[in-house]
């Protein structure tokens, strides 16, 4: 699959952090973990930055115990439950994504989904729609590969590999589909990577903490505690990383997320990064400020029953 060349001068134009009020949409495997859901309430908790325009739920596997369909199919399930607590009906907002991880790195899946980023990305808009993902990237592979012009109009952030610098790529997210992985990097879209290793695990919390500064809030604070204390049978000095925040906190203020240019890597048959300076730039998270996080993060969900306008 040939995709459009996009020139270099403005896809470092689009790689730099937003300021005000931006468009996106967010594509999670929401019922894979606990993460995803406090991503799904941050993002739509900040309506005077983020204007989120879809939910999409992504394929995820685990073991032999559940399949991409399945886990797509529970994702979907999952978002609807944290919009119920937070009033918000789903209807036209919530689409299902892919049953299956991509077969081949020219062969989408096609899925209302990726159609739907395929339409929103095409339509008039004044910037580029930002696309969230925090789970295996196969919904937005997808979409490039039916409609790659859309490269001109999207920027793609997602949580996926360990830093560029770390001795192997492989981590949840991306070992889920290396194809999918591998149509973003070779695209020449504009990417942001946000990395696991030493960068989004820095944002860890406890259920003490939970308990004291969200727990008894609100219908969605009760919910968000229940699953994070039903995570685990042991809490005593136990912290749990919600992984997935850190995308929504990049898009709502780039310094909590300090990310440098660098060139986008090949990915490996062994399942490792390989640098080559002369490919296309993209932008790489380096760290998390955990505490400014969770800050605004603790303060949202706080104040999630409370009217929100949409004006800064």
């Given amino acids: 699959m040939a995709f459009p060349e996009l020139a270099e001068a403005l896809r470092i134009e689009r790689l730099t952090p937003p300021t005000g009020r931006v468009s996106m949409v967010l594509d999670t495997d929401t019922a894979n973990e606990i993460d995803d859901q406090f991503a799904v309430a941050y993002a739509l908790l900040a309506p ?11 394929p995820f596997s685990i073991t032999d115990s559940v399949g991409p369909e399945e886990g797509m199919e529970r994702s979907y399930e999952e978002i609807v439950r944290v919009l119920d607590r937070m009033g918000r ?32 990305a095409l339509a008039p808009r004044e910037g580029p729609l930002y696309v969230l993902a925090i789970g295996a990237i196969t919904n937005v592979a997808s979409a490039l590969l039916m409609a790659p012009e859309i490269i001109e109009r999207v920027v793609v952030v997602w949580l996926g590999g360990h830093p560029h610098s770390w001795h192997t790529a492989i981590e949840f997210n991306l070992h889920q589909d290396l194809h999918a992985v591998r149509v973003i990097l070779d695209s020449g879209v504009p990417f942001v990577q946000i990395p696991c290793k030493n960068v989004s695990e820095h944002l860890t919390t406890t259920l003490a903490e939970l308990e004291a500064h969200i727990a008894g809030r609100n219908p969605l604070c009760d919910y968000l505690c229940e699953i994070f204390r039903n995570h685990s049978d042991d809490h005593f000095a136990w912290a749990k990383v ?30 490792t990064w390989s640098l080559d300076r002369s490919r296309h730039f993209i932008r790489e998270a380096v760290h998390c400020n955990r505490n400014a996080i969770f800050g605004d993060l603790f303060r949202r969900l706080a104040r999630a029953d409370e009217p929100r306008g949409t004006e800064e």
């Fill in 48 to 58: 005077e930055r983020l204007e989120v325009e879809a939910l999409y739920a992504a």
């Fill in 89 to 120: 009906s789903p209807e036209g907002f919530v689409l299902k994504g892919s049953r299956g991880y991509l077969p081949a790195a020219d062969r989408p899946v096609i899925s209302p989904a990726a159609e739907d980023l395929v339409e929103r």
């Fill in 242 to 271: 919600l992984w997935d925040i850190s995308g929504v906190a990049w898009l709502l203020d780039a310094s909590w997320v300090p990310s440098v240019l660098t060139h986008s890597p090949l990915l490996t048959e062994m399942g």
